[in-house]
C-alpha cells in the first residue's frame, strides 16, 4: 500500500509520518480507516483523513497539533479530537465496540481494538485500515475481505444487525452503490428490504436523515439516488404521501439538466446549491402546510427553509410570464428569489416562452442595480422625503424598460417622476 499512500498529496503524506513517529513513544498503534482506504483503493481523491488510535486518540492528536501549531478540538464522550491544518482537518477516534440499546438510537460505546473497530462499521469496502505502525507501515488490514468486495463492485453488510442498528445505512448503502456503480450484494439486499418493511427509517433522529438525504442530493447524479431509494424503501421517512413517480423523477432529471445548463451559460453567477433545487424537486407536488412541517422538524437552516417555501409559494405566479410580460415585471417576480428558486423553475417549466424569460432574467436583468441612492435625491433637495421610495421605483421601473445607463440619464428621469408625483399629491 506504500504505493497507493505515496498518491496522496504530499503534506499529507507528511502528516501521516509524523502520526507514526508520535505514536510509537505513546505506546499505542494507530491505523488510516474507512472511506479514504476505500477510496485509495479505487484510486480516487479523498483527502479526508480519518484516524483510529487503540488507545488515548485525544493524547495523540494533541501531540500533533503541538507539533504543527494547529487548532485542537477534543469531544470527551466520544473519545474522539480533530485537528484543524489550513486546508484539511483529521479526526482521531479511539478504536472502540459499539452497543445499540434500540434501532436508531447513537449506541453506547466502550474502548477496544482495531478488529472491534472495523467490525461495527457499515460495509465491507468502509471496514479496512492501513497500518501507520513503525513495524508494518502502510500495510493494508482487511478483516472482512474489503478488498474482494471492491474487486467485485459489491456493497456488503458485516453482520446481520447493520440496518437496524443504523437505518441511516440503508440510504447510504444506495449512495455508494450509486456513487461506484457497484451493486448491493444479494443477503444485503434482503436486510435492506427487511429493515423497510419494518419502516426502520422512521425510527431515526430527523438531524442524522437530514444529512444523509442532503448527502444524497450532493453526490453528482442524485437522481439515480432518489430512484432507487424510492423503489427500496420509499420516503415514509419525509412524508407518508411521497412517492417517487414518473413525474417526481422526470422533474429531478430536468433539474440536472437544468444545473448543467446554468453552469454553461450563467455559471458566472454564482455557486449554487444544487442539492437544494433537488430537494425542491422532490417535495413540490405536497401540500404547503406538509412541506412547511418538513423543514422545520428536519431543522434545515433558515436560509434554506425559506428557498424551499418560497418556490411552492411562488410557483402559481410563474406560470403567467408569458411573451408579453414587460420586462419589469419579470424582474420584480424574480429579483426576489434566490437563484436556486428560479432555476427550479426553469426546471419545472419546460416550454420555451417562461424558459427564455427566465434566460432573460438571468442573462441581463438580474445585474440592474439603481446608481441613484435616497441621499442622491436628498442633496437635490426632493421634498416631500414620502415620495423617495415611490421614485426609485418608478426609477427603476424606467431603469428597465428605458435602459438607463448613467447616473446622470437616472438622475434626470427621477426629476421626472417627481415632478409628476407632486402634481398627483392632494393640496
Ligand atoms: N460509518 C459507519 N456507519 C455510518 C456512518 C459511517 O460505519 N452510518 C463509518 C464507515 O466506516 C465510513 C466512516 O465511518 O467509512 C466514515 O464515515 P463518512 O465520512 O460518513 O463516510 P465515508 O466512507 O468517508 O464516505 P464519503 O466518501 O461519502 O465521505
Redesign the pocket.
Known sequence: MITKLKKLPKELKNILDVISSLAEPQGVRVYL????V??LLLGRT?L?L?IVVEGDAAALAQALAQRYSAKFTRHHAFGTATVFFDNHKIDFATARKEYYSRPGVLPAVEPSDLRDD?F????TI??MAISLNKNDYAKLIDFYSGSRDLKQKLIRVLHNRSFSD?P??IL?AV??EQ?FSFKIEKKTLGLIKEAAAQEALRCVHAHRLRDELV?ILKEPKPCRNVKRIGALTGFLFINKSLKVNKRIYGLLCRVEKTIGVYGKKFGGLRKVDAWLIYLIGLMIGLKREEIAKFVQEFDFRKGDRIRVLSAKDSLAGISCLDKNVKPRDLYRKLFPLSLETILFFYAYYSGKTIRRQIELFLGKLIHIRLKVKGSDLKALGFQPLVLYGKVLEGLLDAKIEKKLATKGEELKEAKHIFHKLLLKQPV
Open positions: 480507516v474507512g472511506g479514504i476505500r477510496d479523498n479526508d480519518d472495523l461495527r462499521r457499515d460495509f468502509n471496514a443504523d441511516t445505512r447510504r449512495r455508494f456513487r448527502l
